[in-house]
């Protein structure tokens, strides 16, 4: 059963690029290939594409200024990051310009492809109708607006800030491990070194904690994270 789905690769290394187009190709989808930044840049605006796989290392604009660019007229269309720079540091950079996934060369194509259906199936799911209101205690969450508020005053967020939060608010009262965490904000197995789910975990304590006297956000030692509904 073939996808028709449309695929953007902006890939400078031509080899990588060229094989990944065939077997995404031969997997039912239709890949359009970008060689550098500024090329891919375009192509994505002047196409409706279903799904973006970026490098980050890219000549004419690198893949962290792709993704803000992209971030910037659509917050919806899921973007991969597929890159040889495996630091937290690297990971956090691209999850803040908002990338949905972020993968090291070498990979696996099986698992590209995995991740690749996963995107896509939440993109679909998110179209679902659902409640578009969140509240615990004085926090709330407009799913339709995508602004967060506490006590009335607006929180900007980044794309991964708010699907963390918006898990935590779905999820209150229920102790969340980082493997639940990585599984259903990251949709991947963060290698058990890693500590991004931890810093993005503070990120949103110091937007919708830090300033407010009660706090939502606690950690069970050795368990995980609870978002508390004090009421």
Known sequence: MTDERKL?????????????????????????????????????????YDLIILDINLPGMNGYDLCREIRSHNQHIPVIMLTAMNTTEDKIEGFDTGTDDYMIKPFEFKELLVRIRALLKR??????????????????????????????????????????????????????????????????????????????VNYLRNKIDKRFGTKLIHTQVGMGYILKDPS
Do not use: C
């Open 8 to 48: 953007l690769i902006v890939e400078d290394e031509k080899k990588i690029a060229t094989t990944l187009k065939k077997g995404l190709t031969e997997n039912g989808y239709h890949v359009d290939l970008a060689f550098d930044g500024t090329i891919g840049k375009r192509l994505f605006l002047s196409n409706p």
């Open 123 to 200: 993109t679909m799911n998110q179209q679902l109708p659902t409640g578009n209101l969140l509240k615990v205690d004085d926090l709330e969450m407009n799913l339709d607006t995508k602004e967060v508020r506490r006590s009335g005053e607006l929180i900007q967020l980044t794309a991964k800030e708010f699907q963390l939060l918006e898990y935590f608010m779905r999820n209150r009262n229920r102790v969340l491990s980082r493997a639940d965490i990585a599984e259903r904000v990251w949709e991947i197995d963060f290698d058990t070194q890693t500590n991004v789910i931890d810093v993005y």
